[in-house]
């Protein structure tokens, strides 16, 4: 009688509010430990000199990427009033990930009771995606965050017609499509499922003393609302597209196109071994739960469709990348994170109706615990070794007032560049095949070199930044006569960077 006594007050702390906002803060503090430094990967160098412009000079130049704009938008108005650093950059990034956790407690916990709503937040807070991508200054946090609001949405407009959710599922639907691609394509097909499920249900109109003929008015304006927000970017979207089907930079190979995707969610900096567990885990659960509880005549139909908003997307640029050009990558699958999470919440909180589920359960809730703390340990340890940041206090050594600082690799060298903005940045670039109108938002500071005289009657001090080759350094030496100062080879944690850092004066 006691145990009994014991497992019922320890099910009712469980459920309470308070437990579920101190496992909301607990995980917050858990995805924010590595966030607090200042190196970053090209793509972030990107985001990062881009919101350096404004408003019109982020959509002029953007225009020319391949991703929507509402992102830089939005971080552009946080930096305007927190500033640019980049610190403050990555902190926009997580803060979109507590929003995530806090989903669990606002939204999913009212629609599906407070063990659901408790393990959404558990699963998207420690989960080992969250610990990694959910801090770099890219869009992947927020349109993860949007593409999850627009399915909550899609649900309550079914289980409601209020007018407030109609709404709000419009403007989270277009705050995903213009966030990115993959946004735009996960939004699409909740937005298909939603009119099958409005044409097609008979469920719908017995629960509902509602006819398809509202659903169906509702769903049309919405769909309208959708369209005409979406007009004044699809011109640029064409062109993008056009650009990607001519060249794009994804390679195709079964580990990164296939297998990664599938797998991300579950990733961060684990290696394959323990991603495989978890991933394999994970889904042998998920589907396990399911089926039994159909047999058992539970209602899954809301984790069918979620399974099939992430699954429809997977295959879909599957398909695409092996019959068009390749433009899945694991990273994008980041998107529908919050879809994909709610099938093994709601499993985790609805079906341990008999002891081996519960076990089962306590197994999985560990096995991600135990494989996050390991993985944000890894995450922590490269972002905070004692040798990051060794490259720019170098050059900052070597630098003086006259000097310059040159790379010829733009994917090398240019995360550096934006760590320091105030210093005289050059990349030599005198190849006519290189379009560099994508990167124009690196200008300035940076200047670009365009021809092949230029170094002719410069003298001074040159800070050289190379790969252990030394291509750029020895092609150079052999045009000029060069007095070499120092040299240095530098290899960061982070990331695994490694440069050769050459001073000379001519």
């Not at 794009?248 to 580990?255: D, K, L, Q, R, T």
């Not at 670039?429 to 170094?455: C, Q």
């Not at 350094?473 to 982070?494: P, S, V, W």
């Amino acid at each position: 009688m006691a145990n009994k006594q014991e497992k019922m007050k320890l099910k009712t702390i469980i459920e309470t509010k308070w437990f579920h906002i101190a496992i909301i803060l607990l995980g917050s503090i858990f995805i924010l430990l590595g966030a607090f430094h200042t190196e970053v990967w090209f793509d972030e160098s990107y985001t990062i000199s881009l919101i350096r412009h404004n408003y019109s000079e982020i959509i002029s130049i953007d225009s020319s990427d391949v991703h929507p704009v509402l992102y830089y938008l939005l971080l552009k108005t946080f930096t305007i009033f927190f500033g640019n650093s980049i610190l403050v950059c990555r902190l926009f990034s997580v803060l979109a990930g507590i929003f995530m956790g806090f989903l669990g407690y606002t939204h999913i916990r009212k629609d599906f009771g407070p063990k659901v709503g408790l393990a959404f937040s558990f699963l998207t807070l420690f989960l080992p995606f969250m610990a990694m991508y959910g801090m770099e200054i890219r869009m992947y946090s927020w349109t993860m965050l949007f593409v999850t609001l627009t399915g909550i949405y899609a649900y309550r407009a079914i289980k409601n017609t209020k007018v407030k959710n109609w709404i709000l599922f419009s403007i989270f639907s277009l705050c995903s499509a213009h966030c990115h691609y993959y946004g735009l394509v996960s939004v699409a097909i909740i937005n298909l499922l939603l009119l099958l499920y409005i044409l097609f249900s008979k469920k719908l109109y017995n629960e509902n003393n509602i006819s398809k003929k509202k659903y169906l008015i509702y769903f049309i304006i919405t769909a309208v609302i959708q369209f005409l927000g979406y007009l004044p970017w699809i011109f640029i979207f064409l062109q993008q597209a056009r650009a990607v089907s001519q060249s794009y930079w994804i390679p195709f190979n079964i580990g990164d196109s296939v297998i990664a995707p599938l797998a991300v969610q579950f990733n961060g900096r684990l290696g394959i071994i323990s991603t495989a567990i978890l991933t394999i885990s994970m889904y042998i659960y998920l589907f396990y739960q399911i089926i039994r509880s159909k047999r058992d005549g539970k209602n899954v139909t809301i984790l069918w469709y979620c399974l099939l908003v992430h699954f429809i997307l997977y295959f879909s640029m599957l398909m695409v990348s092996i019959f068009i050009k390749p433009i899945i990558y694991y990273r994008y699958m980041l998107i529908t994170s919050g879809i994909i999470i709610f099938p093994f919440a709601y499993c985790l909180g609805n079906f341990n109706d008999k002891k081996h589920q519960k076990i089962i359960s306590s197994i999985i809730v560990m096995i991600v615990l135990v494989l996050s703390i390991y993985n944000n340990k890894i995450v922590i340890e490269e972002s905070y070794d004692n040798t990051n940041g060794e490259e720019i206090q170098y050059i900052k050594e070597q630098y003086n007032e006259k000097a310059i600082i040159l790379y010829q690799d733009f994917f090398h060298a240019t995360n550096i560049q934006v760590q320091m903005p105030e210093y005289s940045w050059y990349l030599y670039n005198i190849s006519s095949n290189h379009d560099l109108k994508p990167f124009e938002n690196f200008s300035p500071p940076l200047k670009i070199i365009f021809k092949e005289d230029f170094l002719d009657n410069y003298h001074g001090r040159i800070i050289l930044i190379d790969h252990d080759e030394l291509q750029f350094y020895n092609m150079l030496k052999e045009k000029y006569k060069f007095t070499e100062i120092a040299r240095k080879r530098i290899r960061i944690n982070y990331r695994g960077f490694t440069y050769q850092i050459i001073t000379v004066e001519k």
